[in-house]
T-cell receptor
Framework: AQSVTQLGSHVSVSEGALVLLRCNYS??????LFWYVQYPNQGLQLLLK??????LVKGINGFEAEFKKSETSFHLTKPSAHMSDAAEYFC?????????????FGKGTHLIIQP | DAGVIQSPRHEVTEMGQEVTLRCKPI?????LFWYRQTMMRGLELLIY????????DSGMPEDRFSAKMPNASFSTLKIQPSEPRDSAVYFC????????????FGSGTRLTVV
């Protein structure tokens, strides 16, 4: 079974600073990996995903993530934070082994942007 | 496409009452998921349907919870009787392929049981 660990339930950065949200996973098979964003009182929205091919994945709103198999990581970054980036971010991994679990989500990281 | 549509957006009910949450997935998607989100437990998968058939309901917390998907365009999650600890945001999500494309989530139903 797969699992996801997001380091830091809260991350605070200044507007214009680098955003780094950490995600480590465990999976017995090559994973599909996802980042979702949740704004207040809304559902989760897909930011980006890694399935196969290039390990650096670009998503919406200037975010990108890099799949590092050796480190079992899929950290999310954005070069310059904007106030509108304040939200909850979830990392998720897919079980490709045919299990019924589908996506397993991390606990989430609340991103706070300081003016 | 209107996306995944959930209704109602908010529901306040008294303990012991029956609650029915509704979901219309994206047309053509063959997988549907019900999740519950709380501050304490985060996102929990309750049940997963594939081609309208329940595949895994191991996340359903108790027999008070039941879910149906009578056709490809409609699903319900019912709680009977409801309890205060059921208060949460319930999300429905659908997917064309369970693993590859990720899920599209609805806006959720915020349930408050008093």
């Amino acid at each position: 079974a797969q699992s996801v660990t997001q380091l830091g339930s809260h991350v605070s950065v200044s507007e214009g600073a680098l955003v780094l949200l950490r995600c480590n996973y465990s999976s017995s098979v090559p994973p599909y990996l996802f980042w979702y964003v949740q704004y207040p009182n809304q559902g989760l929205q897909l930011l980006l995903k890694y399935t196969t091919g290039a390990t650096l994945v670009k998503g919406i709103n200037g975010f990108e993530a890099e799949f590092k198999k050796s480190e079992t990581s899929f950290h999310l970054t954005k070069p310059s934070a904007h106030m509108s980036d304040a939200a909850e971010y979830f990392c998720a991994v897919s079980d490709l082994g045919g299990g019924a679990d589908g996506l397993t989500f991390g606990k989430g990281t609340h991103l706070i942007i300081q003016p | 496409d209107a996306g995944v549509i959930q209704s109602p957006r908010h529901e306040v009910t008294e303990m012991g009452q029956e609650v029915t949450l509704r979901c219309k997935p994206i047309s053509g998607h063959n997988s549907l998921f019900w999740y519950r989100q709380t501050m304490m437990r985060g996102l929990e998968l309750l049940i997963y349907f594939n081609n309208n058939v329940p595949i895994d309901d191991s996340g359903m917390p108790e027999d008070r919870f039941s879910a149906k998907m009578p056709n490809a365009s409609f699903s319900t999650l019912k709680i009977q009787p409801s309890e205060p600890r059921d208060s949460a945001v319930y999300f429905c999500a659908s997917s064309l392929d369970r693993d590859y494309y990720g899920y599209t989530f609805g806006s959720g139903t915020r349930l408050t049981v008093v």
